[in-house]
Every structure is written in structure tokens, then in C-alpha cells.
């Protein structure tokens, strides 16, 4: 375990970079008009944890301990789906259906165990080699899974980690007890992929996409096993990504600077850690915050009392797939591109 300069926490990250940005920012009436909108959906399968599961038809059904290895190698994987080019998408075919995206991953892995492939076995994935992985995440076209090197770095490392816990992910995380600020240091501090940090303003600031990710399935994992859930499951953030700013500048909630603004849409591909890629990120994750903290004030006007279960993690759950949904409408609204293991 690395022992380093502890940054800040994604949330204290958010607050910092949305005080300091000077290309991206929130706008208060646009929090006001999302926290209607989520306020209006409050009794949404979605704002639960068994509802963001069933968001995932691939997701496994029965919660086996290999069944949640199969949620610990896809959020290992998960990341960097976007194309060069928007009409050249890395398509799988699974069970008739074809996927692209982060459901591609999802349906090559699925796809992988149906083979026989023990792709969820950490003895297996901890050592296996780079023309295996690309043969389990083959695309049913010619465009091939990016950051393919990256992914199988990512995932042998991860599975060493594993088999020092039997090969066991429950193993492993449950040395976080059952706090999800503890499970997330876990994660970072024994995961480097999982290491989502960079410098802003002097200070180290984190955001920690994939390991807050994870946490959640694991806490998604508790809920259909009927086990003791996380008690400060509001802990975690959303997750900063590249399709909910997208989502939060359609809908008002965050702007950009004409100038980032222009930049995004002439395609330029921000480097990770660059100034823009940092303050896109961090103000999603505090206009997230804004826009919880104004729901669970209607709430508590309305009904006198605070959405506490609709936590920032869960606002996201509903964010992610409203940006999918409504693609068509959003495609004014570029989308940063920075190729990255974190997200």
C-alpha cells in the first residue's frame, strides 16, 4: 500500500475545483430545475438500488460469489468507450442482441463465460495474456475495444490483488468493513487503475470514478442478497464521466465558457489531468451535490422530511440513462473526449 499525500475527497474535490474553474460552471437555476425534476420522479424504481441493477439486463441475476467477480472484472474494465469516430463503434453480438459502449464490455464478458472461458476466476484473469483478453473482448466488427494493452494491465493487476483474498472480490471488500469511505481507500490504495487523481490549484484532488462505482454495485450486490446494507452509502459522489456533464449542460444545471464550449466542439482531445478535463469533472460532481441538496429541501418543505435514500450516487443512476435516452436531443452538446483508464 502506497503511503503518499492524501488528496482531497471526490467531494471536497468538487467544492475546491467548482470555487477555482474558469471554463466550466454551475448554474443555480438550472440545480433548482433539475431538483423539480428529480422531486416529480422521487417514487422511481431508479432512485433504488435494485432499480439501477435492473437498468443492466446483462448484469447476473443470481448474486453467486462468482456473479459478483463478474461485476468486480467489468468495472475494472470500464472505461474509455468512446470512438475516433462517431460512426465507428465497437459492436457485440450477445444472445441475438448487439451492444456497443459500456454494454458491449458487459456483453463480451458474458459472452467470454458462455464459451467456458473462466474469465470471473481471478486465478484465471490475474494471468492471463494480452491475446486472450483481446480474444474475449472481440468485436463483431472492425472496430476493436479501445485501450485494449491498458484494460489487460488493469485487469491481471487487479487479479493479483484478488488472489491474496482466495480470489475472492467479497473477500477483499469486506476489509472495508461495511463503510463506503473505507472501501474506497481500500480500493485506491490497493488497485493503482482504480487511482483516479490529478492536480488542481496546487492541490491533489481525486475523483475516483470506477472504485466509487464499484462500492455502489457492491452495495446494489447487498440489497438483492438481502444482506446488512452500507450505512453511509452518501458518502460517495456521482460519477464523473463524460455523459453526465453532457446531461447537466442540457439541462441547464452547468455551462461552459464559449471558448471550452468551441474547443469541445472542434473535437480536441483533452489529455488527463489537463485544466478543462479537470474542471468538467469536478463541477458535475458539485453541481450533483447542488442539485441533491435543493431535492432534499423541496422534500423537506413539501413533506417535512429529506429524500435522504436519493443520494448523490443515486441522482447519477438516473443521470447516466436520461443522457442515453436523450442523445438525439443532446447531440448540440459536445461530449469531452480524453482517453483515460479512470472513466
Not at 9 to 28: C, H, L, Q, T
Not at 171 to 183: H, P, Q
Not at 189 to 215: H, M, N, W
Request: proline share 3%.
Amino acid at each position: 500500500m502506497r503511503k503518499m499525500e492524501a488528496p482531497l475527497s471526490p467531494r471536497e474535490s468538487g467544492k475546491f475545483i467548482a470555487e477555482n474553474s474558469k471554463d466550466v460552471f454551475i448554474e443555480e437555476e438550472g440545480v433548482k430545475k433539475v431538483a423539480e425534476m428529480l422531486y416529480a420522479e422521487r417514487g422511481c424504481e431508479v432512485f433504488t438500488a435494485q432499480g439501477w441493477k435492473q437498468m443492466n439486463p446483462l448484469a447476473p441475476v443470481c448474486m453467486s460469489d462468482d456473479a459478483v467477480n463478474w461485476v468486480f472484472v467489468v468495472d475494472t474494465l470500464n472505461f474509455s468507450f468512446w470512438s475516433d469516430k462517431d460512426d465507428e463503434q465497437c459492436l457485440v453480438t450477445y444472445k441475438d442482441k448487439t451492444y456497443s459502449g459500456y454494454m458491449s464490455l458487459c456483453a463480451a464478458i458474458s459472452r467470454a463465460m458462455d464459451e467456458g472461458i473462466p474469465i470471473t476466476e481471478a486465478s484465471y484473469f490475474a494471468n492471463m495474456a494480452l491475446d486472450d483478453l483481446k480474444h474475449v473482448l472481440r468485436s463483431d466488427n472492425n472496430v476493436p475495444m479501445p485501450m485494449i494493452k491498458e484494460r489487460h494491465q488493469a485487469l491481471t493487476e487487479a487479479g493479483k490483488v484478488l488472489l491474496e483474498h482466495d480470489g475472492s472480490f467479497l473477500k477483499f471488500i469486506r476489509k472495508g468493513g461495511n463503510s463506503a469511505e473505507k472501501m474506497i481507500k481500500l480500493i485506491v490504495e490497493t488497485i493503482p487503475s482504480y487511482r483516479d487523481e490529478a492536480t488542481f490549484e496546487g492541490k491533489k484532488v481525486a475523483f475516483y470514478k470506477r472504485a466509487q462505482i464499484l462500492v455502489a454495485d457492491f452495495w446494489g450486490i447487498l440489497e438483492a442478497r438481502g444482506e446488512a446494507s452500507i450505512p453511509d452509502i452518501g458518502y460517495l459522489t456521482m460519477f464523473a464521466d463524460y455523459r453526465v456533464p453532457q446531461a447537466l449542460v442540457y439541462l441547464g444545471a452547468l455551462r461552459y465558457s464559449s471558448e471550452l464550449m468551441k474547443t469541445l466542439k472542434e473535437g480536441v482531445i483533452l489529455a488527463s489531468g489537463d485544466r478543462r478535463e479537470v474542471e468538467i469533472r469536478g463541477c458535475s460532481i458539485w453541481c450533483v451535490e447542488r442539485i441533491r441538496e435543493q431535492l432534499w429541501d423541496i422534500a423537506e418543505q413539501r413533506e417535512g422530511c429529506k429524500l435522504e435514500h436519493v443520494n448523490s450516487a443515486v441522482i447519477d443512476f438516473y443521470l447516466w440513462p436520461y443522457a442515453k435516452e436523450h442523445h438525439v436531443e443532446m447531440a448540440h452538446i459536445p461530449i469531452h473526449h480524453t482517453r483515460s483508464i479512470y472513466y
